[in-house]
């Protein structure tokens, strides 16, 4: 029988972007993680992390290394997945904003804006409260961020801007074992966001095992 491992395998896509500080966080919260470049490091790991960056860059990167197809086959699996920045738009089954060509892995179904601060300024930083996330509002760093312009059915909002020319908007958003922020939590040193996806993992491994236990019985 399938047992649940103590710390499970998290990779973190390391094309381009802030790698380092998403190592951190998620090892702060009892995983293992480890970098994913190539489809047989994909192949092993329990969830995964997509980091801010550039999304055209991370893109063109993983078209050229071949992962693409195997992140969005990775995605209808059902492997758990947290997009932070840029990693929100390559989640994002549609993206305003974006270069005509540009493609997504896609599987979480809203539609995303690049860049959508940067009218107003290019970065600030704000409370907000986040749901699921006991302990007080999350300080939120937005560096050229994206937020959520629509958010189908199925997500759950899990937080806005409260205040100033972008209030109501969302910036935080799950659907099952998908979440994305707009924010950078790996930046602050509040590794809630971190826990919470770690949390998702281990609740998709322990699924996975029952099933596998199921099946053995049958
Ligand atoms: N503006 C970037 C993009 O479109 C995202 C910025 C970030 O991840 N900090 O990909």
New binding site residues.
């Given amino acids: 029988m399938s047992t649940v491992p103590e710390r499970p395998v998290v990779g973190v896509l390391a094309l381009q972007?802030d790698v380092r500080e998403h190592l951190a966080a998620l090892r702060a919260q009892g995983a293992a993680p480890v970098t994913v470049r190539r489809p047989e490091e994909l192949a092993a790991v329990d969830g995964l992390v997509l980091p801010?960056?550039?999304?055209?860059t991370?893109v063109r990167l993983a078209t050229r290394f071949g992962l693409l197809e195997p992140l969005r086959a990775a995605v209808r699996d059902g492997l758990p997945v947290y997009g932070?920045?840029?990693?929100m738009?390559l989640l994002a089954d549609r993206v305003l904003d974006a270069p005509p060509d540009q493609e997504t892995i896609g599987g979480l179904d809203v539609t995303v804006r690049?860049?959508a601060f940067g009218r107003q300024v290019d970065s600030f930083e704000s409370e907000l409260d986040m749901a699921g996330l006991g302990g007080g509002p999350v300080r939120a760093v937005f560096?050229?961020?994206?937020w959520v312009e629509k958010a189908g059915a199925g997500v759950e909002v899990l937080a806005r801007v409260v205040g100033g020319p972008a209030d109501g908007r969302i910036v935080a958003v799950r659907q099952g074992c998908l979440v994305a922020t707009s924010f950078?939590p790996e930046l602050t040193g509040d590794r809630r966001v971190h826990a919470l996806f770690v949390e998702i993992v281990r609740g998709h491994l322990a699924e996975q095992a029952g099933a596998g236990a199921g099946d053995e019985r049958g």
């Fill in positions: 972007g801010g960056g550039e999304s055209t991370i932070s920045c840029a990693g738009i690049r860049n560096i050229r961020a994206p950078h």
